[in-house]
């Protein structure tokens, strides 16, 4: 029997609201059978926000989903130790960040160290932070994308894992834009979660190695 056959690889995902990446993650975990190909399961689903649909999302796919609203801690810190505290449950050996949309502290960050992977609407290290899609009509950019990336404490910062390219057209609009990312996203989180699971990812100083990946895989680029 394949060592991954009795492996298991738990997975703890963070959302704050849509949660189309996350939808992206269970449905290719399901399509492509993580479990029995290499473990991988995703055992929960948390929140900072209660009304986040992606929360019903994980429901849907029969992973528990919670809440831990921000809005209930009197600091940064509290929050954080109260999220550390219900992921640690879990013992997941990674922790993505499905549009998870609050900044953590360095402490969080730190004890997650190489287990923490985000994905940002840009191409980073260009439009770090929020508004992106509009930013980058703005800047005139001919090209924009998706970034998954490991967290480090710097706000969208981090060692780069795959990223996703689209051509910005003369007519786009955020919403145009936006969606064309976004299906680049959905094709891009998973693989970067699959690939870390796998074995498959290492990190050479500040860069990411990743065995065996095609290059149109580690940057997507537009037909
Ligand atoms: C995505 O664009 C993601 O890159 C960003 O927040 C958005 C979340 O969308 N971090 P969804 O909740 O996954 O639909």
Redesign the pocket.
């Known amino acids: 029997m394949p060592r991954s056959m009795f492996q298991s690889k738990p997975v703890v995902c963070l959302?704050s609201?849509?949660?189309?990446?996350?939808e992206a993650i269970l449905r290719t975990a399901q399509a492509e059978n993580w479990q029995a190909a290499c473990g991988i399961q995703v055992v929960r689903v948390l929140s900072n926000e209660r009304q986040a649909q992606?929360l019903e999302v994980a429901r849907a796919y029969g992973v528990p989903a919670d809440t831990i609203a921000h809005a209930d801690f009197p600091t940064r810190e509290a929050f954080d130790a109260a999220l550390a505290e219900a992921i640690d449950r879990h013992a997941p050996e990674l922790v993505v960040l499905?549009?998870f949309?609050r900044v953590l502290t360095s402490g969080f960050v730190a004890r997650y160290r190489e287990r923490l992977l985000n994905?940002?609407?840009s191409l980073l290290p260009a439009f770090a932070g929020l508004h992106t899609h509009r930013r980058a009509l703005e800047a005139g950019v001919r090209v924009h994308g998706?970034t998954v990336h490991f967290v480090s404490d710097q706000l969208d910062g981090g060692p780069i894992v795959a990223q996703a390219a689209v051509r910005v057209l003369p007519d786009d609009t955020t919403e145009t834009l936006a969606q064309r990312v976004?299906g680049q996203?959905h094709l891009l989180l998973p693989r970067c979660v699959r690939w870390i699971l796998e074995g498959r990812v290492r990190l050479n100083g500040e860069r990411v190695v990743v065995t065996g990946a095609r290059p149109d895989e580690l940057l997507a680029l537009p037909r």
């Open positions: 959302i609201g849509r949660g189309s990446n996350l992606g499905a549009g949309m994905i940002h609407p998706a976004l996203e």
